[in-house]
């Protein structure tokens, strides 16, 4: 995609980078981006980056940044769609997705959309989980996949009981 910038933050699973373009954040990857600046980027790219660092840190339940998916079919964006409206802290089966997009028998398909997801953690594709809440498959691998689970878990623990 022309014009899309990486930058790359630290966080509690490693090396996370982000990619913005003009608009919006429009990619993340799960290590450090071999094209990424050194530099600080544009101005989305440090609202998304302090947005991110706010989430790690437990500070920040619900991302504000702009969004643009640069490719996907019509289903895969019905699946990211539905994947924003997952609350903070909580879980889907990838049955129960596949319902809400209005494909009952698509759970694998909403599996193949959660590994082609262009932006995981902010379009938060590790809260889908297989059925019976077992973990399964995450493009960031299984241990992100809990150590981003917990995470949230704690986060929403500490503010129900405080």
Partial sequence: ???????????????????????????????????????PGDALAGRAVAELRAYFAGE?????????????????????QEMTRIPYGETLTYGE???????PGAARAVGVACNRNPVPVIVPCHRIVGAGGKLVGFGGGLPRKVTLLELEAGVALRRAWS
């Fill in 97 to 103: 997705v596949a319902r809400r997009v209005g494909d």
């Fill in 60 to 80: 920040l339940t619900g991302f504000t940044v702009p969004v643009a998916a640069p490719r996907g079919s019509e289903f895969e964006r019905a699946v990211w």
């Fill in 1 to 39: 995609m022309a014009g899309m910038r990486w930058t790359v933050l630290d966080s509690p699973i490693g090396e996370f980078s982000v990619a913005t373009d003009d608009a919006a954040v429009c990619g993340a990857h799960f290590g450090r981006v071999t094209s990424a600046a050194d530099r």
